[in-house]
């Protein structure tokens, strides 16, 4: 009889340690299957349910979105300054050589110095023009371009504005009497260089005095500058 209860106590408590070990094993295999699950669901930055690696990446979108609208910003910011620059350099690239074609040349003789003539251009055109250089005179029956007086070079390219003008003096003949070969001319074209100081174009017919003016091998020309009193000394 003892010996019939020990067995059944020792099978009781056999079957216990089993459950308690069943129960042990279902605890540990639920702990791990926790711990290989995604992540909590948080709250983004942006309202939106996201897990916590996600936040990272939503973090990443935010700071991408973020640069995205600062490039945006940074090129509507560009834009302006581009317009800006633009502006600038549409004005940059809005100023034209000056020709014939915007502008109106003008010759007179003046009193003093003597044997000068003065020529004037004048922008009649809607858009600043640059006066490269100095003008290639061809006067009536002359065999070559006067030369220029490298004195008068300005330090910058001569620029008119819409209405400006802008100024080239003329040493007709030698007040001397030095120069040789002279002779009365009563035609005068005025040839414009671009920016490659090149002379373009057919030229500009000018209009002389009727009597026309007399020149001779001392026939030399100014740059074109912004000052009448510059080119003339």
Same mark, same amino acid.
């Given at each position: 009889?003892?010996?019939?209860?020990?067995?059944?106590?020792?099978? &009781? &408590?056999?079957? $216990?340690?089993?459950?308690?070990? !069943?129960? /042990?094993?279902?605890? +540990?295999?639920?702990?791990?299957?926790?711990?290989? %699950?995604?992540?909590?669901?948080?709250?983004?930055?942006?309202?939106?349910?996201?897990?916590? #690696?996600?936040?990272?990446?939503?973090?990443? $979108?935010?700071?991408?979105?973020?640069?995205?609208?600062?490039?945006? $910003?940074?090129?509507? @910011?560009?834009?302006? #300054?581009?317009?800006?620059?633009? !502006?600038?350099?549409?004005?940059?690239?809005?100023?034209?050589? +000056?020709?014939?074609?915007?502008? %109106?040349? #003008?010759?007179?003789?003046?009193?003093?110095?003597?044997?000068?003539?003065?020529? $004037?251009?004048?922008?009649? @055109?809607?858009?600043? +023009?640059? &006066?490269?250089?100095?003008?290639? =005179?061809?006067?009536?029956? /002359?065999?070559?371009?006067?030369?220029?007086?490298? *004195?008068?070079?300005?330090?910058?390219?001569?620029?008119?504005?819409?209405?400006?003008?802008?100024?080239?003096?003329?040493?007709?003949?030698? /007040?001397?009497?030095?120069?040789?070969?002279?002779?009365?001319?009563? #035609?005068?074209?005025?040839?414009?260089?671009?920016? /490659? &100081? *090149?002379?373009?174009?057919?030229?500009?017919?000018?209009?002389?005095?009727? %009597?026309?003016?007399?020149?001779?091998?001392?026939?030399?020309?100014?740059?074109? =500058?912004?000052?009448?009193? *510059?080119?003339?000394?």
């Amino acid at each position: 009889m003892s010996n019939t209860v020990f067995r059944r106590r020792t099978a &009781l &408590l056999t079957a $216990t340690f089993a459950a308690a070990a !069943s129960l /042990a094993l279902t605890a +540990c295999g639920t702990s791990q299957d926790t711990g290989t %699950k995604s992540p909590p669901t948080v709250a983004a930055d942006n309202g939106i349910s996201s897990t916590a #690696t996600p936040k990272t990446d939503a973090g990443n $979108t935010k700071a991408e979105a973020s640069g995205t609208d600062a490039a945006v $910003t940074s090129k509507s @910011g560009g834009g302006s #300054t581009t317009a800006k620059g633009s !502006s600038g350099s549409n004005s940059t690239s809005s100023i034209v050589t +000056c020709t014939g074609a915007n502008t %109106k040349v #003008t010759a007179q003789t003046v009193s003093r110095p003597l044997n000068h003539l003065l020529l $004037t251009v004048k922008n009649t @055109g809607s858009k600043t +023009c640059y &006066l490269y250089g100095y003008p290639a =005179l061809n006067f009536q029956d /002359a065999q070559s371009v006067p030369p220029v007086d490298e *004195d008068t070079q300005p330090q910058a390219v001569t620029t008119l504005s819409p209405g400006q003008s802008g100024y080239a003096g003329v040493l007709l003949a030698a /007040a001397d009497g030095s120069g040789s070969g002279g002779y009365t001319a009563k #035609t005068l074209s005025v040839i414009f260089q671009n920016r /490659a &100081l *090149d002379f373009v174009g057919s030229g500009v017919k000018v209009a002389l005095p009727s %009597k026309g003016v007399y020149v001779d091998s001392s026939l030399t020309t100014s740059y074109w =500058l912004t000052n009448p009193s *510059d080119a003339l000394n």
